[in-house]
């Protein structure tokens, strides 16, 4: 499982509390960029609407500009490929207050790409500063 995109900034800034592998909808040329040039899922999130589940604000690059149809847009909304049983219990829990449905990695599964969600608190600036120091002081330790 070799990871084509990675947001490690979730995991600083949200507590995940669950994870869901999703496949992605996704054009030709756009699986030939994630190959060769990766993506940019700083900022995306995922959110239920209509009984689907889309994916927001991830860039995907062209894979060659000047053969990119003139109407591609990088930042398009995506569906995401999850089972209905899976939406309704995403549903439920998005519904709560406070959380918020990200993608965590983009990665290469068989033949297929795949999105691991993860369904996050957001962490408060007390909560992460505690972290630091304790990461700090394990270096410290340590050597």
Known sequence: ?????????????????????????????????????????????AAVRGGEVWLLNVEIPPYQPKNTPKDYDPMRTRRLLIKQDEIKRLVGRTSEKGLTLLPIKMYKKGSNIKVLLGLGR?????????????????REMRG
């Open 1 to 45: 499982m070799r990871a084509i995109a990675e947001n490690r900034r979730a995991r600083y800034d949200y507590e995940i509390t669950e994870t869901f592998e999703a496949g992605i909808e996704l054009k030709g040329f756009e699986v030939k960029s994630l190959m060769t040039r990766g993506a940019s899922l700083g900022g995306a999130y």
């Open 122 to 138: 957001a962490k408060s600036k007390k909560d992460k500063r505690e972290k630091l120091k304790r990461r700090e002081a394990e």
